[in-house]
């Protein structure tokens, strides 16, 4: 029978959204079915940085847009990012081993048939709209979360 | 049959904390079994700002206790608290949304009937009395978090 | 049956690997099974600091491998460190509590039989060497992490 994983994608910083596409990368070469669910934070990795606007926003909603990263390679590091002297070392020290970076990780998972999926309210108080974010991302409320999430073999909270 | 949720607080973040009290609603309103387990940080959420006392601790216990967030109003962001003005753009984005606060949400959840367990050790380490915490507050050892956790259909450390 | 308990530690914070390490031994004395994999920053955790090494590293290894936490005991709190000021401060507390530190309960967790399986990727990234980190560590894949987590009635992401 098939194996699934949900993960909760809270954080939105680069290293713990690179563990977490790594590990859903993987379980879907394992013929894992894989949810991700992005809520807050973790929404900025999903932002299209082509299709970033301000319009229709209200003043917070802008200022809070324009201060937060705007898709994946934008992302800050959870320790030692140092105004991002810490985050260039470490993609410095991925390219010596050859390892792919954060949106290769993305870009393999979304062909890989990782499901994704995006908490309503958070866009709604954020004040994001479906068309500045990837198009493969679901907007889907917390009780549809938790339907998938309870049937789930594994549940994290990243 | 009856489905279960264990979370494992123990961040003490105002958003992680948002996050996991929505979902603990929304559990409870789809019928499902939900406990939270509030260890080290995770316990400045249910401190009541009513019984705060200097009594009977130790030097390092009070002055931890003035230092550290009193109840959940209280809380800092994880992310962008920028000494509360995060914060604050976060909670007048909230309300633009009518989405009610954190305590709202505490509210509710004892109200569902979410179980509410706190840390024997990180209670007796920060020096906390019971009578400092929410009414509610059942503290109980690892062993018995475990116990509840190992039963579950889905647990979270948050 | 016996019930499998699987951590994956991925933030290298003394307080979050103290209340891990804490599940991990009560678990252990509940006859659960229990599997730790590092990963990130949580390898510091691991690191031997008898045989911290700068030989065979590129100049970024050598910077990341001196910057880092060396061992249990090097590492910081995820609030209030305060340069290590709250660090200090805790840990007064918990001997006022005769409550064990770090390195006493990754001993009793050693000793106990908890399963210590490291990233492979995150290593090799790191240039961390084998002979660098406690001899118990076993290194391992995201696969291999995966198939055992999957398998364990509870997974926790820390």
Chains 1, 2, 3 share one sequence.
């Not at 977490?20 to 013929?31: F, H, T, V």
């Not at 929404?43 to 970033?52: H, V, Y």
């Not at 800050?76 to 954060?102: R, T």
């Not at 979304?110 to 974010?133: A, D, H, N, T």
Request: charged share 30%; proline share 4%.
């Amino acid at each position: 029978m098939e194996k699934k994983m949900n993960l909760l994608m809270f954080s939105g910083d680069y290293d713990k959204a690179l563990a977490a596409l790594i590990l859903a990368n993987s379980a879907r070469e394992m013929n894992v079915d894989v949810t991700m669910f992005f809520a807050f934070w973790g929404l900025f990795l999903l932002r299209n940085p082509e299709t970033f606007t301000l319009e229709e926003k209200t003043v917070y909603e802008k200022m809070f847009s324009m201060m937060t990263p705007k898709g994946p390679e934008d992302l800050p590091l959870s320790k030692m990012n140092m105004s991002g002297i810490g985050k260039q070392m470490l993609l410095e020290m991925m390219d010596d081993n050859e390892a792919p970076h954060l949106s290769d990780f993305l870009k393999g998972a979304l062909k890989k048939g990782v499901k994704f999926r995006g908490c309503k309210l958070s866009m709604e108080i954020m004040g994001f709209k479906q068309e500045e974010m990837i198009p493969e991302l679901e907007i889907v409320d917390a009780k549809e979360y938790l339907k998938d999430a309870l049937e789930a073999d594994m549940q994290l909270f990243i």
